[in-house]
């Protein structure tokens, strides 16, 4: 494990320090909200003026609905205690979620958060977001698969790809503006990516926007959560037990503008 995660930091730390063909940006804080630090966050999207996010971990997984400005659980489900929760998307009037290595997904009724049915898929289930017309879904490593929305059945994949070499765990997905942003896990990199190739074109840094005293010490405490605002063009991220959401903006490197740790009440 230890060997994998130098090989991602150390493929980005080339990318950058290489100024390659693909561009890098860094953010500024827009907003700071309060977030659960006691949620193991592995999914987050925006809708209708609340966040919906699941949480992780055996015997702690759930569902949740959260006020942004509050970070108050409007409704809560909790998760069978054997399974271990992850991504989550919004399909029309359901909600869809996955579990990490029992190849087992869910499908509620998105007011109610009430059990539809199951469906089940191979491999590890990551993430999931959702283009208008399919779902896309992580498995941790470099693919990203499309499923029928209807059926939850896949359609095809495509390789998530930096300077044309294979990259590897990528974790929580959002649709923004026609790109698909990833988390990378473990480091504090968000990745652009063209949903025709699976090409990455853009490189988002977002070291140092949370500060070492609110991190989780350990390995756990990384950034992993992305939701996005069309209507409003709001983009928030969170991390696993992070006390703070964070509204922001990304801009070129080297823009000017606020300190992407500089965060606003």
């Not at 491999?123 to 929305?149: H, V």
Request: aromatic residues 10%; hydrophobic residues 40%.
């Amino acid at each position: 494990m230890r060997l994998k995660l130098t090989l991602v930091l150390w493929t980005f730390a080339c990318a950058a320090a290489c100024r390659a063909a693909v561009p890098l940006y860094d953010v500024e804080i827009v907003h700071t909200y309060p977030h659960d630090r006691a949620a193991f966050t592995e999914g987050l999207f925006y809708l209708n003026g609340f966040l919906y996010e699941s949480t992780g971990l055996e015997q702690h997984s759930s569902i949740r609905k959260v006020r942004i400005d509050t970070g108050a659980v409007v409704q809560k489900l909790d998760i069978p205690a054997q399974y271990f929760g992850e991504g989550i998307v919004n399909w029309e009037d359901h909600l869809i979620s996955l579990t990490w290595k029992s190849h087992l997904g869910f499908v509620f009724d998105l007011a109610s958060f009430k059990l539809q049915r199951e469906f089940h898929y191979e491999g590890e289930g990551w993430a999931l977001t959702q283009d208008g017309k399919q779902l896309i879904m992580s498995d941790g490593s470099s693919e990203l698969r499309f499923l029928n929305p209807q059926t939850l059945k896949e359609t095809n994949r495509i390789q998530v790809t930096l300077d044309g070499k294979p990259l590897q765990n990528v974790n929580e997905l959002e649709w923004v503006k026609g790109e698909i942003y990833a988390n990378v896990w473990q480091t504090d990199w968000i990745i652009r990516i063209d949903p025709r190739n699976g090409h990455v074109v853009g490189l988002i840094d977002l070291a140092g926007i949370l500060s070492p005293s609110d991190r989780v010490e350990g390995p756990d405490g990384v950034l992993n959560g992305i939701a996005y605002d069309a209507k409003h063009d709001r983009l928030f991220v969170t991390g696993k037990n992070w006390p703070k959401l964070l509204e922001i903006r990304v801009r070129k490197k080297g823009e000017a503008g606020h300190h992407p740790a500089a965060g606003h009440p």
